[in-house]
């Protein structure tokens, strides 16, 4: 069914170019082709020009350096994201932890549950306690990062709006429409309204993409870090078993 639709937008597609082709003086009408040029808009943006400027360096400032935060973060747990702790005997998980524990917030709460476990302190609500503590840190640093975002891109936004209202008080200030009042104010108005929407667009596509990459890395951490809680309970249970066969003989 659906291969039945390419014949079709293409042939849709072809008969749009051929008529968009045809010269001006077939289709009877004037064609004029107008390019947006992006330094004339800039500078009829007035003085919002500054202020759209300032939050689109701090939002492209913050969104970069999470970003290079969670590509790190992602190098540095890639040997434990690969490692299956279900198939690694306990002494090379404990090798690879203290390794590579300490270079990833990951390996940080991997090492500590490892740990633990050795000195005979974890049981299984301890573990939960340790993963919803390590991932609610991180969650609340990234959340952190996100309130500022979205704060810079709806001041874009705003800035854009008041923009346009101030461009408009300055067309009809005073009862009196004269072209150079009328051409600047809406000149102001419709500039900062392209460029605040522009911004805030920007900063909101870094925010979903960089909240995406996020998620994601909490999840293979959530995931780690079960894996090596099973495995750990199951190491715990053999003890016990073992401390229990020891008793009845003696």
């Not at 045809?22 to 082709?33: F, I």
């Not at 300032?54 to 970003?67: D, E, H, I, R, W």
């Not at 959340?143 to 705003?158: E, M």
Request: net charge neutral; glycine share 8%; hydrophobic share 45%.
């Amino acid at each position: 069914m659906k291969r039945t639709w390419i014949p079709l937008l293409l042939s849709l597609g072809l008969a749009a170019t051929s008529v968009f082709a045809q010269s001006p003086e077939g289709m009877g009408t004037q064609v004029t082709k107008e390019t947006l040029d992006w330094v004339q808009v800039l500078r009829q943006c007035s003085a919002f020009l500054y202020p759209l400027l300032a939050t689109l360096f701090f939002g492209l400032v913050l969104s970069l350096y999470k970003l290079g935060m969670l590509w790190v973060e992602d190098r540095r747990s890639r040997i434990l994201y690969c490692t299956p702790f279900a198939e690694t005997s306990v002494g090379q998980i404990g090798q690879l932890l203290r390794e590579w524990g300490q270079r990833s917030e990951m390996g940080q709460l991997l090492h500590l549950m490892f740990a633990k476990a050795r000195r005979d302190e974890g049981n299984d609500d301890l573990y939960h306690a340790e993963i919803a503590h390590a991932t609610g840190m991180r969650r609340d640093q990234f959340n952190t990062y996100r309130a500022w975002t979205q704060f810079l891109s709806d001041a874009a936004g705003a800035l854009g709006l008041l923009g346009t209202v101030v461009g408009m008080y300055m067309t009809f200030f005073g009862g009196k429409l004269q072209e150079t009042r009328i051409l600047h104010g809406m000149a102001i108005a419709l500039a900062t309204t392209i460029v605040g929407l522009v911004i805030s667009l920007i900063l909101g596509l870094f925010l979903t993409f960089l909240s995406h990459v996020f998620d994601r890395q909490m999840e293979k951490t959530r995931e780690k870090a079960d894996e090596l809680r099973h495995v750990l309970k199951g190491l715990h249970r053999v003890e016990q078993d073992q401390t229990a066969a020891g008793a009845l003989v003696s």
